[in-house]
């Protein structure tokens, strides 16, 4: 029967490792990106018994998995078996020891078989590379992870309240936190569920539990309509304009009045705040520039102004294009390049201000912690692009030739002024304040950050 095993030292304790195992959504945080799996159910934890069920997608066709576990010792060990699913066999024993007072071994061991019998043996070698791509990315995300949880393990679970928590961001950054120890609060627009922890909040309607909202350490808003989908009418625009400013306002106002307001308020911005500056480096110091999007990321940092003025601090974070094939500008580039249609996008020349998703998740993390830093904050990479140059790297990555451009005119033609502002024009944005904190980011050049995301 084959067999995988990867070990990796963790430079922390190693009940942190155990734990970061056991106390939030791990195995979501452990799915590599350009994986299809999803969690339809899961019962009993990682003790004896326990049981998960996931969705695997391999192309068009979708396979249900079932994995019960057991030979749970506690702070050592947890054993997953498959019940059901494309294997033939599946025994995944997770290890962790300790390898003295600051690091520990995290040790995966698997026996398995691929379906089919002597059919499915053809496909062994396919298998074992498969096996060993995602169990890198495991480690690597393990470690990544707990090093960055680990400068604040001292101190005590924030219990956060979260807009957009079911986004793109928004569940990354959940899954990240939770599995840090910190307590979430979905803060949903429909009515919680009995004995579900989430918050109601209606913008629109201006309707907001308070009483839920008491004494809650921080809030982190991510709510705001997507900008990238469909044209910008006239009423399109205003709508875009009253789910950033309006819902904000709302929201900060709402804080300030709280007899125990958080301490901290994390407010989603935008590099659209510069508008369209050419080749000019622009930081947190820069002024803004002038059309709509300028205009609305304005407006829509302005209305945190009850927060602040209630003492809350508050952290404007000016992100810019979010890297993962998991949604937003590079799902979406994905297909056309994968076919060899791929290219530069008007003169090429605009300038891309880009982040990974790892790196935005670490950033909200580090914003929520790090009590010095307040108002805007460039959420990038050091490392803008222009077009031209980010359109080679990502055919470099994957191998295919970018051979097709879009004309400018055919931008304007499709997309209108939503295609102008988002394609066409550009910011060299650098994260100056980040850089000065000493933040580490995990992917400063895109080739890295790209690779990490494809599992190249």
């Given at each position: ?8 030292r963790?430079?922390v304790?190693v009940e ?11 195995f ?6 350009w994986?299809?799996?999803h969690?339809l ?6 003790q004896?018994g326990g049981k998960?069920v996931?969705q ?8 249900e998995?079932?994995?019960?576990h057991?030979?749970?010792?506690e702070?050592?060990?947890f ?8 294997f ?7 290890q ?8 520990s071994?995290?040790?995966d061991?698997i026996?398995?078989q691929p ?6 043996a053809l496909?062994?070698g396919?298998l074992?590379?498969?096996?060993e791509?995602?169990f890198?990315?495991r ?7 707990l090093?960055?949880l ?6 005590k679970?924030?219990?956060i309240?979260?807009?957009?928590a079911?986004g ?6 959940s899954?990240f936190?939770?599995c840090?120890g910190h307590?979430?609060?979905?803060m949903?627009r ?6 579900e922890?989430a ?5 629109v309607?201006?309707e ?5 909202l008491?004494g809650v350490?921080a ?8 900008i990238g989908?469909?044209?910008?009418s006239a009423?399109?625009k205003?709508s875009?304009r009253?789910?950033r400013v309006?819902g904000?306002?709302f929201?900060?106002?709402t ?9 901290t308020l994390?407010c989603?911005?935008a ?6 500056r050419?080749?000019?480096a ?8 002038q059309g709509f999007?300028?205009d609305v990321c304005q407006?829509?940092?302005t209305a ?5 003025d209630?003492g809350?601090?508050v952290?404007n ?8 094939p998991?949604?937003?500008a590079?799902?979406?580039?994905l297909?056309?390049f994968r076919?060899g249609?791929g290219?530069?996008?008007?003169s090429g020349?605009q300038?891309?201000?880009w982040?990974?998703?790892e790196?935005?998740v670490?950033?909200?993390?580090y ?5 010095g830093?307040q ?10 692009m222009t077009?031209?140059?980010?359109t080679?790297v990502l ?6 030739p970018t051979l097709f451009?879009?004309p400018?005119?055919m931008?304007?033609?499709l997309?209108?002024?939503?295609g102008?502002?988002?394609l066409?024009?550009?910011q060299?944005v650098?994260p100056?304040r980040l850089?000065?904190?000493?933040f580490?980011?995990?992917?400063s050049d895109l ?7 494809l599992?190249?």
């Amino acid at each position: 029967m084959p067999l995988f095993e990867k070990e990796s030292r963790i430079e922390v304790p190693v009940e942190e490792l155990f734990r970061w195992h056991t106390q939030g959504p791990a195995f979501e945080r452990l799915a590599p990106p350009w994986e299809k799996v999803h969690v339809l159910e899961r019962t009993g934890g990682l003790q004896d018994g326990g049981k998960v069920v996931l969705q695997v997608r391999q192309g068009p066709v979708a396979l249900e998995w079932t994995a019960v576990h057991r030979d749970y010792i506690e702070g050592k060990q947890f054993v997953d078996e498959q019940v059901r699913g494309p294997f033939a066999r599946w025994i995944h024993t997770h290890q962790t020891r300790s390898d003295g007072p600051q690091a520990s071994i995290l040790k995966d061991h698997i026996e398995y078989q691929p379906p089919f019998g002597p059919l499915g043996a053809l496909a062994s070698g396919y298998l074992r590379s498969k096996i060993e791509r995602t169990f890198r990315f495991r480690h690597d995300r393990t470690r990544q992870d707990l090093e960055r949880l680990h400068p604040f393990a001292s101190q005590k679970p924030l219990r956060i309240a979260m807009t957009g928590a079911s986004g793109l961001v928004g569940t990354a950054l959940s899954q990240f936190l939770a599995c840090g120890g910190h307590e979430i609060l979905p803060m949903v627009r429909r009515k919680p569920r009995p004995g579900e922890k989430a918050v109601h909040w209606d913008p629109v309607r201006m309707e907001m539990d308070q009483d839920a909202l008491e004494g809650v350490d921080a809030v982190v808003h991510l709510a705001g309509e997507n900008i990238g989908v469909g044209r910008w009418s006239a009423s399109r625009k205003e709508s875009i304009r009253r789910s950033r400013v309006e819902g904000t306002r709302f929201l900060s106002e709402t804080l300030a009045s709280l007899k125990n307001p958080p301490r901290t308020l994390i407010c989603s911005s935008a590099i659209g705040f510069y508008g369209n500056r050419g080749d000019e480096a622009l930081d947190e110091k820069s002024a803004p520039g002038q059309g709509f999007l300028p205009d609305v990321c304005q407006e829509w940092e302005t209305a945190c102004g009850p927060a602040r003025d209630a003492g809350i601090r508050v952290v404007n974070l000016r992100t810019g294009i979010v890297l993962t094939p998991l949604g937003g500008a590079l799902a979406k580039m994905l297909p056309p390049f994968r076919m060899g249609g791929g290219g530069i996008i008007g003169s090429g020349r605009q300038w891309m201000s880009w982040i990974s998703l790892e790196d935005l998740v670490g950033i909200f993390h580090y914003a929520l912690h790090a009590k010095g830093l307040q108002g805007p904050v460039n959420a990038v990479a050091p490392t803008p692009m222009t077009n031209r140059d980010l359109t080679k790297v990502l055919g470099k990555v994957l191998g295919r030739p970018t051979l097709f451009p879009l004309p400018g005119f055919m931008v304007k033609a499709l997309f209108g002024e939503m295609g102008e502002a988002l394609l066409l024009e550009g910011q060299r944005v650098l994260p100056q304040r980040l850089q000065e904190a000493g933040f580490p980011f995990l992917h400063s050049d895109l080739e890295s950050a790209l690779r990490w995301e494809l599992g190249r």
